[in-house]
């Protein structure tokens, strides 16, 4: 299928009107007392295999088994003969956790009175990539993003659209850019283990198929929020705490050798790793650093509650306050705009960096997202 004019071809339809609300993406608009998060609570977790097929399990759950502090991985092995690739021209949108949400509504509304057994009891239902997104917009610089959002049965749902821009970024990787995405997968596969009893195997091949992702329930100011995110491992220790303190995230990130990149490493880095394990409160981040070639030649562990106090001496940094403090802003303008409620309405919400974020209305268009299996299951 050709992808491109995916934007372009609405406006033939003449349906879709410009709203008339913006919202200022200035950091020092955000600047204020941070806002009520509460601590988030999984809710469930779901699994998909080798084929991306769900399953509503923790089947494809990993354990992380720690490495040397310097392992010397090659993370080139296996690129050319060990890789399944995911498609990535493949759009899930919100799928794969509508059902999860299908699979275990009853868990979801069980705390609510019994006349409101239709409510699914939060307001936002996202990925948790999508709130990190958010969080991460009064610093972004380069990349716009696109949320299309539809208010169905008092809850608003939110799944990204890609832009032009990323998918001509998909389209026209270099070789070199198609390779070092592997590198992550591969350090995963150096340094996690299928079950409490083995040992990782980096001879075997990766499948960026097969996820893992866990379903959290949480709350930022008067948002009720429920997400899923996609969870590397967990602590391997059997008395580690529940979920989700006991998961680890994994990062690789290129060796820091000058106090430039060092800097760079804490302005822009450490800022996308904390707002996505913030989020769900996963705790720690273990990261390898690796050098030109793709050997890992140190590992060290991250905090991400010791994150904010590691970078307050760099100059002109980043705030979590900003974040949180725009995203509620934010999440507070979706619930003042997208008021029709109705599975065929798309509120479709842009930005793009030293712009506001605007949006546009589209009834019945290509933008629409929920899948009628998921529009039928609520309705009964
Ligand atoms: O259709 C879409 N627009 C998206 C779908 C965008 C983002 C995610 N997804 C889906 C996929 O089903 C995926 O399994 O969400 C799942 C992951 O969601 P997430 O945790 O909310 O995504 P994010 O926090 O951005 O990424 C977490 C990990 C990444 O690890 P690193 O260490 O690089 O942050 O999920 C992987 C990647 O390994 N990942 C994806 N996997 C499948 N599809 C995608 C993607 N589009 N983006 C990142
Ligand atoms: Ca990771």
Known sequence: PNHYHQHQSVSHHGQNTVG?????TRRELYDRGFPVYKQPVEVGCFSLDSHRRFFNDSRQLRFYVEPDRSPNFNLRDGYKDRFLKRDDGVK????HLLRWIKANRSKLSSRLPADSSRDLGVDFVTWRGHLTKLLTTPYETKEGWLLAVTRFRGTWYISEVETEAAQRERMNRTERHEEMMYWGYKFEQYTCADNLHSLPDSGGVVNTNE???TVVQTRLADHRLLFSGEVDCRDG???APPPPACY???????EICTPKQRSNFHRFKLLKWWAQSFLPGVPRVVAGFRDQDGVVVSVETF???????LIKNEYNC???TVCMNFCCDFLSLVKRVATEDSHSVVYLFSWEPRRDVTYSVHRDSQYSFLP?????EMTK
């Open 318 to 320: 980043w705030k979590p």
């Open 211 to 213: 996820a893992f992702c």
């Open 92 to 95: 899930e949108r919100l799928d």
């Open 248 to 254: 680890v995230e994994l990062k690789t990130s290129a």
């Open 237 to 239: 220790d059997p008395k």
């Open 303 to 309: 905090l991400i509650s010791k994150i904010s106090q």
């Open 20 to 24: 008339s609300q913006s919202l200022c």
């Open 372 to 376: 009628h299996w998921f529009v039928e």
